[in-house]
């Protein structure tokens, strides 16, 4: 004879741990879903900031070539930043950003190396990245990269 009294509170009891362990799981991935998204904005603002700088670079660099196109060693330096400067002023704001700012500050002839060989410009760039979203008033993302870089020129 099987206990009938015994089976009720048994499938009783699975229904009420099944319905505990599904509320549980729906709650964790919910709450985790957040935490994973937070995630994925930070390193997509992170990778827009690695983006901007292959940009940036890749633009000054166009610069500096143009700006050391025909230069000589005699007189590289003040031919350099006036090239340069010329240069520079031919990108909007558009293109550069404040960019265009902190290389105008830099220029100059410490930041500039000369030997016989090569011609170097030294810059520090900071770039900055805020994700739009707003959620309680404030920003939930602000990256402020700063990295240096150097521009060279070699002599034939």
């Not at 206990?3 to 741990?17: E, H, K, P, Y």
């Not at 900031?49 to 700006?67: K, R």
Request: hydrophobic share 40%.
């Amino acid at each position: 004879m099987l206990n009938r009294r015994g089976q009720a509170i048994a499938i009783t009891l699975l229904v009420v741990l099944t319905l505990v362990l599904t509320v549980t799981s729906l709650y964790y991935f919910l709450s985790n879903d957040k935490v994973f998204n937070d995630n994925i904005d930070k390193v997509s603002a992170i990778d827009e900031v690695y983006l901007q700088e292959s940009l940036i670079n890749s633009q000054i660099q166009t610069i500096f070539d143009s700006a050391t196109k025909t230069i000589n060693k005699n007189d590289a330096k003040e031919v350099f930043i006036e090239r340069f400067s010329k240069e520079l002023d031919k990108y909007n704001e558009k293109t550069l950003g404040n960019v265009a700012d902190q290389l105008r500050e830099q220029l100059k002839e410490s930041n500039i190396e000369t030997n016989d060989q090569k011609l170097v410009f030294n810059v520090e760039i900071e770039i900055s990245k805020s994700k739009a979203e707003v959620k309680g008033g404030r920003e939930l993302i602000k990256v402020n990269y700063k990295y240096k870089k150097s521009f060279e020129k070699v002599f034939k």
